[in-house]
């Protein structure tokens, strides 16, 4: 796991050298074990490519970067692992090829050279890359099928850069970062954001994940297409059974690879289902290793795990260690957390993450496994069940419908009203989207937020609408799957974790996200993932019985990482007005509304919203951002 930098310029940069150090700088907690970089100057402009190591899979000097070909036209940088490595390694010797070293880098270098953008999809792993061509005169970025990685762009007549984090790129760019007003509208309002390419900056955007971007100074363009886009149609013909010993043995398999690692590896334990499977999948692959895990503790709350958590660590025989945090904890490292995350999130169970990974760091351990994606992969949460009511409605299967309607209600949480609202939503067109949001207090118009100038400067005041993308009938479920998976949901959580873990030097691993796991899950017909009597990641929990303890898979409610947050802000009293000071000088925030709206969700007059935490967090971000 490592950081990287990438960057072309048409004309002389009298200070590249120190816009190269400081970029580098900014990254260095992504990889703190080695630097290097490199400055090619050429008749189109200047190229530039900068690393910073996190040492994982061959300690030696031999997976240094940014790594060249033999012939010296083709450099390479790049974050993340690639688990089959020793498989394509094998492949690539048959071929012909010479290695130098026991990297996963020089396996993807020469993997590129033989293959070129063919060889993505034989990749298993996680990965943000960028390729300069000195032949084509070309950068090529690359991000994995997911999005696992992080790879920021930006763009003009006169340069091109890309980083791993904005900090980095800001760096790099020559002109100021202006704030992208539609983002903070979409994230204040309507809680959206990485789920598109827009970032909290103007000028930076995302690379999507599953994307290829190559550009040539030559033409001055970019030229972006997806590499990888998960199919959602039923492609399978598996019984249950079948399904059952499918799933369970690609899993065991993503996590054998995933443990593959030359430093000591521990995993993140929530104490539910995702995370307890991992746990388990290892000490099954390796009876007698060591196995290190690290929760996060709401003890005493509603939202405690520990009974949980401390199961799965007994069945295991593994070595636990816990944080218990307090809100004077989170205000005292809140500024940090912010810096390391680059732009707002969502809420303060990032608080709780980000605890946790630096407990792996106090104890040593380097890579982490964690449990992410398998909900949006699994149909976990709630089993999204205005979209399997509706599969069931486009084939006309209205008696079934009612069926797993009265069932899906009987789970701790759900009622016959929540099914029905969450058909309604799925029934509900855009248009009136609008007006369904004032009706349950989620106004896209809030008196707090001068919608006035934010329309005049071209902002969109709308609710958060649906991709056309997710109509698919009968398939209801595993489109909106595919868009948790690839927009709106996951990507957030992916920065999270990302950020969280590298600022703490940590390499967090995520055995779920495969390419051939969601090919494999997504192609099964829906009953196979939320049964008929409304269990969640049904196929998933069959697979685990026997490996996982029957009372984890038997579980009927979900927290995971969660924090206690209204109690947490609720105590921080006067903390809350000094972070919420910037609101006057946001010039889209009615100040005094923002504080009174604060106010009134965490004294209870209001119905608790995670907009309280969005106004504290991006008012606090701005002023974090200006030091």
């Known amino acids: 796991m490592c950081g990287l930098i990438g960057a072309w310029y048409r004309h002389s940069v009298p200070t590249l050298d120190e816009n190269l150090s400081a970029a580098l700088h900014q990254l260095c907690h992504r990889g703190p074990d080695d630097r290097g970089h490199q400055v090619r100057r050429c008749e189109e402009g200047t190229f530039v490519l900068g690393h910073t190591r996190l040492s994982i899979i061959d300690l030696t000097d031999g997976g240094h970067q940014p790594m060249r070909s033999a012939d010296g036209a083709v450099s390479i940088v790049f974050n993340g692992e690639i688990y089959n490595y020793k498989e ?46 000195s032949a084509a005169g070309a950068l090529t970025c690359v991000r994995d099928p997911f999005g696992i990685k992080p790879l920021f762009v930006s763009h003009s ?34 809680g959206s954001y990485d789920d598109e390419e827009q970032t909290f900056f103007g000028n930076i955007r995302h690379l999507l994940p599953g994307h290829i971007l190559t550009f040539r100074p030559s033409s001055g363009r970019i030229h972006t297409e997806r590499w990888w886009w998960p199919n959602v149609q039923e492609t399978s013909t598996l019984t249950f059974p079948q399904a059952v010993e499918a799933v369970r043995a690609m899993f065991l398999d993503n996590v054998r690879l995933h443990l593959r690692s030359d430093v000591p590896l521990g995993a993140a334990l929530s104490g539910g289902i995702d995370s307890s499977a991992i746990v388990c999948a290892m000490r099954r692959i390796e009876p007698d290793a060591p196995i290190n895990t690290f929760s996060y503790i709401a003890r005493g709350s509603r939202v405690d795990e520990e009974s949980w958590v401390d199961l799965i660590n007994r069945h295991v025989s593994a070595v636990s260690h816990k944080v218990i945090v307090s809100p004077t904890e989170l205000a005292a490292d809140l500024d940090d957390m912010i ?17 946790v990974f630096r407990l792996a760091r106090e104890q040593g351990i380097t890579v982490t496994l964690d449990g992410q994606g ?20 486009d084939q006309r299967q209205p008696v079934k419908a009612a069926s797993f309607a009265i069932a899906w209600a009987q789970w701790p ?48 005041c709308v609710p958060s609408l649906r991709s056309p993308e997710a109509v698919v009938p009968g398939r ?152």
């Open 413 to 460: 949480g759900r009622t016959l009203g929540h099914a029905a609202l969450a058909l309604g939503d799925q029934l509900v067109p855009d248009v009136l989207r609008g007006s369904a949001r004032r009706l349950t207090g989620r106004d896209p118009t809030p008196p707090w937020l001068d919608t006035g100038m934010l329309e005049e400067a071209g902002v969109r």
């Open 88 to 133: 394509l390694r094998h492949d690539l010797k048959r071929l012909g090829t010479c290695f130098s070293s026991e990297s996963d880098t020089e396996v993807l270098l020469q993997a590129w050279l033989h293959w070129g953008a063919a060889c993505l999809p034989r990749l298993k792993g996680m990965f943000a890359f960028v390729v300069y061509d």
């Open 476 to 627: 209801r479920v595993s489109a909106a799957l595919r868009r948790a998976l690839m927009q709106r949901g996951l990507p957030a959580l992916l920065r999270h974790g990302d950020r969280n873990s590298m600022r703490w030097s940590i390499e967090s691993r995520v055995p779920f996200l495969s390419t051939d796991m969601a090919e494999l899950v997504l192609g099964l017909p829906e009953e196979y993932l939320i049964s008929p009597r409304g269990e969640t990641k049904h196929v998933f929990r069959t697979a685990m019985r026997g490996l996982v303890p029957d009372a984890v898979l038997d579980r009927r409610d979900k927290i995971g990482f969660a924090t206690p947050e209204r109690d947490w802000l609720g105590s921080l009293g006067p903390q809350l007005d000094n972070w919420l000071d910037a609101a006057s000088s946001v010039p889209f925030l009615r100040a005094q509304e923002a504080r009174r709206e604060v106010r009134r969700i965490l004294d209870g007059q209001r119905a608790f919203s995670f907009r309280a935490w969005r106004l504290i967090n991006y008012c606090r971000w701005l002023q974090v951002m200006e030091t």
């Open 157 to 190: 007549p006169d340069h091109f850069a890309c980083a791993s984090e904005i900090g980095a790129i800001r760096k790099l760019i020559p002109e100021p970062a202006p704030l992208d007003l539609q983002r903070a509208y979409d994230y204040l309002v309507n």
């Open 374 to 393: 398998a909900d949006e992969l699994l149909a976990g949460y709630h089993g999204f069940p205005g979209q399997r009511l509706l599969s069931y409605l």
């Open 339 to 355: 810096r390391a995350q680059g732009e707002p999130f969502g809420s303060t169970s990032i608080y709780a993450q980000y605890r």
